[in-house]
């Protein structure tokens, strides 16, 4: 029967995204909180993402639940770094930019 090979053809696919370490340590804020972060990195490249460190610190969580907090605060630290680095050629003012709306997005599932 046609109907049957149909439902047979249907799969349940499940697609999540992978993401590495810098990516995974972006802690789930507030709101507004995220909002602030988004705010500094736009106008000072690295500086939300310097502040939303110190978040971890402060018991957010992050997509890194098996790694220390120190861990995840370096991570954090070590991503503001990149990006105030690589500014100067335009590629870390614009990854500051995008961090900060992941931070967004984050903190919209918080």
């Known amino acids: 029967?046609?109907?049957a090979a149909a439902r047979e053809a249907l799969r349940e696919v499940q697609v999540r995204e992978k993401k590495g370490p810098l990516r995974a340590a972006i802690p789930y804020m507030p709101f507004p909180v995220a909002v602030i972060c988004l705010f500094?990195?736009?106008?000072?490249?690295g500086l939300g993402t310097f502040v939303?460190?110190?978040?971890?610190?402060?018991?957010?969580?992050?997509?890194?639940?098996?790694?220390?907090?120190?861990?995840v605060f370096w991570l954090n630290i070590?991503?503001?770094?990149?990006?105030?680095?690589?500014?100067?050629?335009?590629?870390?003012?614009?990854?500051?930019?995008?961090?900060?709306?992941?931070?967004?997005?984050?903190?919209?599932?918080y």
């Open 1 to 3: 029967a046609p109907g």
């Open 52 to 71: 939303s460190a110190f978040t971890v610190l402060c018991g957010a969580r992050t997509d890194l639940p098996d790694r220390h907090m120190c861990c």
């Open 40 to 45: 500094l990195n736009t106008f000072v490249p």
């Open 78 to 109: 070590a991503a503001a770094l990149i990006q105030i680095l690589t500014a100067i050629v335009m590629v870390g003012w614009i990854m500051s930019i995008f961090w900060g709306m992941d931070m967004v997005i984050l903190a919209s599932k």
